[in-house]
């Protein structure tokens, strides 16, 4: 009698922490983006915040998806990567908009400046994702080119995928490659502090969340005896974390530059 009393009280409790869990894995990739989000919406400034990260996770799980048609795996992760293309999306148009808001910044001072005839400062030229030029790869004008860039890609890659699908040695490599380029998730960003020697305007707690996320899900890898690339990837995605953090530290007493964009009093609402 005890024990079925007590299987009818730890029924409920595997199932709900069950749904906790699927939902955390859901939903969790795309916490550390919200602080940088609200970071960017307030200060109006997207330089801190390399827009290569979000081309990263969309390549990585696009790829993802696609390797779900050649071997199903769980439905969370599934969806994890449908959330955070969706997330990457809203990053972009938010950087991009930030962005050109910038630049209209800069060019009424250059008219003002040719008002008091001072030389006028000409705005670089608008980019789109159309003009294939290499040059100018992900630093367009406009959100749609972004948006057409991923398509392009998706539709290609699918297509592919559609091919050889029954191909178990690409399907494979597919998922390698998946996991692999989310692995190089925070070089981007690594390089992008390198080459300002500054983590101004990068949010630290992004990279703490992503810290302790990658930690946790290579622990989990190697506790679960995971294929050992899943490993390996887990334990490079915690050491590039950890070399950000670095970077903050080492760049903490360079003198940060002076930020270059107006604040809009409308925009700086939080989220």
């Not at 930030?98 to 001072?109: A, E, M, P, T």
């Not at 930690?215 to 679960?224: D, E, H, R, S």
């Amino acid at each position: 009698m005890e024990a079925a009393g007590l299987e009818w009280l730890l029924g409920p409790m595997r199932r709900l922490a069950s749904w906790g869990a699927a939902a955390a894995m859901v939903f969790g990739g795309v916490v550390p983006y919200v602080p940088q989000y609200r970071d960017i919406r307030r200060t109006q400034n997207a330089e801190g915040f390399s827009t290569y990260v979000c081309l990263v996770l969309l390549v990585a799980n696009i790829l993802r998806i696609l390797f779900w048609f050649g071997r199903r795996f769980e439905s969370p992760l599934l969806w994890q990567s449908i959330i955070m293309i969706i997330t990457m999306l809203l990053m972009l148009k938010l950087c991009t908009e930030v962005r050109v808001s910038n630049d209209l910044n800069i060019k009424r001072r250059s008219f003002s400046a040719a008002d008091s005839k001072d030389e006028e400062i000409k705005a670089p030229p608008k980019r789109s994702y159309l003009d294939f030029d290499l040059n100018y790869f992900w630093h367009w004008s406009k959100f749609t080119d972004y948006v057409q860039c991923v398509l392009t890609f998706t539709g290609v890659t699918g297509y592919i995928t559609y091919l050889w699908l029954d191909s178990s040695l690409f399907v494979e490599t597919l998922g390698f490659l998946a996991v692999f380029t989310e692995a190089m998730l925070g070089v981007p960003q690594l390089y992008r502090n390198y080459q300002n020697r500054s983590t101004e305007g990068m949010s630290v707690k992004m990279v703490l969340m992503w810290t302790s996320g990658d930690t946790f899900k290579t622990v989990y890898f190697i506790l679960n005896q995971a294929p050992l690339q899943f490993s390996i990837c887990g334990l490079l995605q915690v050491f590039v974390d950890m070399a950000i953090l670095l970077q903050v530290y080492l760049y903490s007493s360079y003198p940060q530059k002076p930020t270059s964009h107006t604040t809009h009093p409308a925009s700086t609402k939080a989220l």
